[in-house]
């Protein structure tokens, strides 16, 4: 029973964890390569989320939803990219900061004004619905083991994407060395725009599939923000595999950490008060996990050589 | 006849640095004597930078020992050596761009007296930083640009401003790297004959490019390539010695 | 000296102290206690300038400093009114001088161990760790239901001060007002001291510093708690100015907000954040009357100050800064 219940919070965590991860290689793919601090991530990710539940009201599919949220952001990206972003690529790291927490305040004002103030809902394609048997007897959504699958798949085709073809060569390239690729022959403004389109497309695969267990609605894309945020500050920005890896530990320790820590206080306090503080230290967790990890190494756990 | 043992103030002994593959300093031994101008010359490439960031302490050594002033600096962090005397220039120069140079040197007296934590009396109102500062920006003759922010001095003027810094420090020791770089033919005579007085009060470690200012200025001379030091010795013995000769000068002298 | 800037800054002040005044005459208390919040996240911006400004150090977690002494103001003000015990024996004061002692101290420990940790890292993972630790604390507040959880606390009545009626909005303004040109005081004479100018200088040029023999990292951490010490006394003030605190005051997007604020004043400029907050307040105020939608607009304002108009509005009212 128990064994069971963990296993079913270790998935929960793990698709928490996939969902950061397409949060954070975004990011971190977009610091990397132009060195740009985007706080406006949070809202492509509720552009994604309102296309699909959006267009699957019309159209009802969730499917082409999907793809309608992948379109939408990576648009909403480029326009922001060629309208905003680029100018702000030779700014300082407050510049960046607030331009791109004025467009949180515009995305975000913007779509209520478009959708209302009501949340959106976008159900679960028929095919995910569903449930299947863990081991220990309990259930589990078809839909969330969809997410860690489609999450795997995702981070795989971005490690073929990045390490395989010519588009990650000159990601690379312009990782290492800005000058470098200009030299060779690469247009960087068009590669700029295409780097932060792509990471707005996963910020929007993202908010589209969460949407179908949450609700879609302004301002979801903050806490996803802040958490992805976390995850690249541990893995080390710019850093791909950090990501990864600090987005499956953010995940799993913050779900865990919600089920196991209540729990754990028992041993020490009354039960009235066990969950109030154990709820209380779970919801800082990952915080402090940071705050350890940073205190030992300040550039996180792979720091990118050539930072 | 009098045997006293001069100390060096600065013995660099064995010193190693690797960056992956590569070993940028290759146990380089190296000391600096009072009253000394000892030039440190090398092909680019040659890790001269990577030594100084060591001496200064932006870098740490992988293994080797630094003493300076008598103890062993080498796990200090730049400030805490520059506190006991290393005052340095930098190849391109780095000064606090918005403040005045006055204000540059201000910085760098509050430093010597002591502490930066006093909080209440206005810096633009205590006279003894103020004073103190003017006497170390006349000796560099920078009185009449006092006032100008440093981002708007020229090139050479920098330099001079960066050497004000370092007199404000009483530095023990003189690390110059490349003062000369970017001067015309008439600053670098001046900064020649102004490093040449300097000497007297405390020792230079000169890197240098310039081999007219460096055979004008240098008690000695050590030759770094490929990390190593291939020779040390007086201008004449370096300026013979062939294995120099091959690896770097052959084609100044 | 009478120069521009300063005369823009006197002007300021007596704008500020003015407003009120007339309100109060024409019996238009609303506009008091628009001026008490000018007043109040001035000098809350007043604090994170002396980190942001002066030492270059840009924190987007300040919202934590404001919220914890906003807290401060509202535990002990719950405590004194119910007489449950808080710590040690003490159950609450309704003293505003005692309550902003507390806030200060508490805002000034947290943020010494925020900066103990921050301060290791720069540049980009400094603004992002600043963020996640003011998370922590607002996810804390949220989920800590003895004092009201998500939902906030409210302050029954106003906290008192010896001599004063603090109830009555002009009042409450005079207090706000003293403390927020106190705190500008404070301000100059720090930016203008030693440290100040160690400070600075860590900002233009952190190796300088440490070539002349300063550690930037203690001078920071010094401007740092500093800084975090005067917004958290604006938190308790703010407190006290709503009778109600709640996890919003620790939001990340109140940190936002302060920064916002001293960019739209003039980032470093002693009168900066009044500036700024007065524009701020006047927007909200204007364009919220106009439209509801008034923070998409705010958005695009402050797209165009950061794009176009980087000297903010002391920029273009006093022209550029001068440093001494």
Redesign the interface.
Same mark, same amino acid.
């Given at each position: 029973m128990t064994i069971a219940l963990a296993l079913e919070q270790l998935l929960n965590g793990l698709q928490l964890g996939v969902m950061l991860f397409l949060m954070a290689a975004g990011l971190t793919l977009i610091f990397g390569v132009m060195g740009l601090i985007n706080l406006a991530h949070g809202s492509l990710y509720m552009v994604g989320a309102f296309a699909c539940a959006t267009v699957a009201a019309w159209t009802g599919s969730f499917w082409i939803g999907l793809v309608a949220s992948l379109v939408a952001a990576a648009a909403a990206g480029a326009i922001v990219e060629l309208v905003v972003i680029r100018r702000l690529y030779d700014r300082d790291h407050l510049d960046q900061v607030l331009a791109t927490f004025a467009l949180i305040l515009m995305f975000s004002e913007g779509t209520r004004w478009l959708f209302g103030s009501f949340p959106l809902y976008l159900d679960i394609p028929p095919l995910l619905q569903g449930a299947v048997g863990l081991p220990g007897g309990t259930e589990y959504p078809v839909y969330r083991l969809a997410i860690i699958a489609a999450g795997a798949l995702v981070a795989f085709g971005l490690y073929m994407l990045i390490s395989r073809t010519r588009l990650g060569m000159r990601i690379r390239a312009g990782e290492s060395d800005r000058e470098m690729i200009g030299a060779l022959g690469v247009d960087i403004r068009t590669l700029y725009t295409v780097v932060f389109a792509l990471g707005a497309a996963l910020a929007g695969f993202a908010g589209a599939m969460v949407g179908a267990i949450q609700s879609v609605q302004v301002g979801m894309g903050e806490p996803v923000l802040i958490l992805a945020f976390v995850v690249i500050v541990i893995g080390g920005i710019g850093s791909i595999k950090g990501a990864l890896l600090g987005a499956l530990l953010v995940g799993v320790t913050d779900t865990m950490g919600r089920f196991l820590l209540p729990k754990l206080m028992l041993l020490f306090v009354p039960p009235a008060q066990a969950g109030m503080i154990g709820g209380a230290i779970a919801s800082m967790l990952i915080y402090i996990v940071m705050a350890v990890i940073l205190a030992v190494k300040p550039r996180g756990l792979f720091p990118p050589a050539h930072a | 006849m009098d045997k006293v043992m001069v100390e060096p103030v600065l013995q660099i002994s064995n010193l190693v640095k690797n960056f992956g593959a590569l070993r940028a300093t290759d146990g380089v031994t190296l000391d600096l004597r009072p009253g000394e101008i000892h030039a440190l010359i090398g092909p680019n490439g040659a890790g001269k930078s990577t030594l100084i960031h060591q001496i200064?302490g @932006?870098l740490r050594q992988d293994s080797g020992s630094i003493r300076f002033a008598g103890q062993d600096v080498g796990a200090l962090?730049?400030?805490?050596r520059?506190?006991l005397g290393l005052g340095?220039t930098?190849q391109v120069s +780095?000064?606090?761009?918005?403040? +005045?140079a006055l204000?540059?040197v201000?910085?760098?007296v509050?430093?010597?007296e002591g502490? +930066? /934590?006093? /909080?209440?009396?206005?810096?633009?109102r205590?006279k003894s930083?103020i004073d103190t500062a003017m006497a170390m920006l006349e000796r560099v003759g920078l009185t009449a640009r006092a006032r100008v922010?440093a981002a708007e001095l020229s090139h050479g003027e920098r330099r001079q401003l960066e050497i004000a810094?370092a007199l404000?420090?009483r530095s023990r020791t003189f690390l110059l790297d490349e003062p000369m770089a970017g001067m015309g033919p008439e600053g670098s005579k001046s900064l020649t004959r102004f490093l040449d007085g300097l000497r007297r009060e405390a020792p230079i470690l000169l890197v240098e490019h310039d081999m007219d200012a460096v055979f004008a200025l240098a008690d000695r001379i050590s030759v770094l390539v490929y990390g190593r030091i291939i020779a040390t010795g007086p201008v004449e013995e370096i300026r013979r010695d062939p294995a120099v000769r091959t690896a770097y000068l052959g084609d100044h002298a | 000296m009478l120069t521009r800037e300063n005369l823009v800054n006197l002007i300021l002040a007596l704008g500020l102290l003015a407003v009120p005044l007339a309100a109060n005459a024409l019996g238009q208390p609303f506009y008091i206690t628009l001026a008490t919040r000018v007043a109040i996240l001035a000098l809350a911006a007043t604090g994170l300038n002396l980190a942001l400004g002066v030492g270059g150090l840009v924190s987007f977690g300040h919202a934590a400093f404001f919220g914890i002494g906003g807290y401060v103001a509202g535990i002990v003000a719950a405590h004194n009114f119910s007489g449950d015990p808080l710590l040690f024996g003490f159950s609450g004061t309704n003293q505003m001088w005692i309550i902003w002692i507390v806030a200060v101290a508490l805002a000034g420990l947290v943020g010494l161990a925020i900066g103990v940790i921050s301060l290791r890292t720069s540049g980009v993972y400094f603004i992002m760790i600043t963020l996640a630790f003011a998370q922590m604390v607002y996810y804390f507040a949220v989920s800590w239901p003895a004092y009201g959880g998500e939902d906030g606390l409210s302050i029954l009545v106003r906290n008192q001060f010896p001599g004063v009626m603090t109830m009555v909005p002009l009042n409450y303004f005079l207090i706000c007002y003293i403390i927020l040109l106190l705190g500008i005081a404070l301000f100059a004479?720090?930016r &203008? +001291?030693?440290?100040?100018?160690?400070l600075?200088?860590a900002r233009?040029?952190e190796?300088?510093? &440490?070539?002349?023999?300063?550690?930037?990292y203690?001078?920071r951490l @010094?401007g740092f708690v500093l800084s975090a010490m005067i917004t958290g006394l604006a938190g308790a003030l703010f407190a006290d100015l709503n009778r109600f605190v709640s996890p919003s005051m620790l939001s990340w997007h109140m940190s936002g907000e302060l920064i916002v604020l001293i960019i739209l004043g003039g980032t470093g400029r002693l009168f900066g954040p009044l500036a700024g907050a007065a524009l701020y307040v006047a927007f909200e105020y204007a364009l919220g009357g106009v439209t509801e939608r008034w923070q998409f607009f705010l958005g695009l304002i402050l797209l165009l100050v950061v794009l176009f108009a980087r000297g903010g509005l002391l920029g273009v009212l006093a022209g550029k800064a001068r440093?001494?």
């Open positions: - | 200064c @932006t962090t730049v400030a805490e520059a506190r340095r930098f +780095s000064i606090a761009p918005e403040f +005045s204000r540059n201000m910085l760098a509050q430093a010597k502490s +930066s /934590f006093r /909080f209440f009396k206005p810096v633009m205590d930083l922010p810094m404000a420090l | 004479i720090l &203008a +001291s030693r440290f100040g100018a160690a600075q200088a233009q040029n190796v300088r510093v &440490a070539t002349v023999g300063i550690q930037p203690r001078i @010094t440093h001494g």
